[in-house]
């Protein structure tokens, strides 16, 4: 039997890494024995500029093992209304495909662009590494397999992309604003953090939910205010990315 963990986009803070450790312990307290290795991955985030093409990722192996991966490349879009959509892609090739790893050991795989790159558009793919536990021996009493999957996001980006975020909060219940944000730019834009605060400027409730827009989407996240209400009337909504940037939007929430 082998099971996948995926361990998307690890730019995220330390908390992020807690619902991948609640599975690994989970995984542990099953009436059978499993394996997984350990790697990581350098970047965790990968930025080309159109006029270089290509790029360098290393994998390190940091278990005592033989490690064997796979890498793959897929156009990375989202639905209208956020939802992942990954393709398996020739636009972007990655060499070696296969990567087999000694203990400790590390190796650098290339990422090479071969579709032409738009003048005024940013283009995003994500490069998925996963462990292939099958090219493993089998081990005398082992009955669980967990393969590790590292996604990461590859933006492409021509000079002048930006991004170009708009938010708007609206009441979805006394104690729930739903913020929708809409990225009308021509590269991602990447959620870290939203603060409700009211017109004195007081914080009424955070969020660090995270997330990407790609451009042209919109997508929603929740603000929640534990044992109370938000207040309607007027309200400022901050909106924190992920180069530290903060935008603030007026509005005014009904009852």
Known sequence: ????????????????????????????????????????????????????????????????????????????????????????????????????????????????????????????????????????????GVQLQISVVFSMPVFISPPGVKRQLVCEPQRAAPDTVSVTCENKGNAYAFVSELKLSNASGDSITTSNSVGYILPGIKRSFELKRTGATIPSGKVQLTVTQDDQSVQVFDSVLAN
């Open 1 to 140: 039997m082998i099971c996948s963990l995926d361990v998307s986009d690890c730019v995220l803070s330390k908390k992020s890494f807690l619902p991948v450790l609640l599975v690994v312990f989970g995984l542990a307290m099953l009436p059978c024995a499993g394996t997984a290795g350990q790697f990581s991955v350098s970047p965790v985030r990968i930025f080309v500029a159109a006029k270089d093409r290509t790029t360098a990722v290393t994998i390190t192996n940091e278990s005592d093992a033989e490690l064997v991966m796979q890498a793959d490349v897929f156009q990375w879009k989202q639905t209208p209304t956020g939802q992942e959509d990954l393709t398996l892609t020739e636009d972007m090739i990655v060499a070696p495909p296969i990567i087999k790893l000694a203990p400790r050991a590390r190796q650098v795989i290339r990422l090479a662009m071969l579709r032409a790159v738009p003048p005024d558009q940013q283009l995003t793919y994500r490069l998925i590494v996963r462990e292939v536990p099958e090219a493993k021996p089998p081990q005398p």
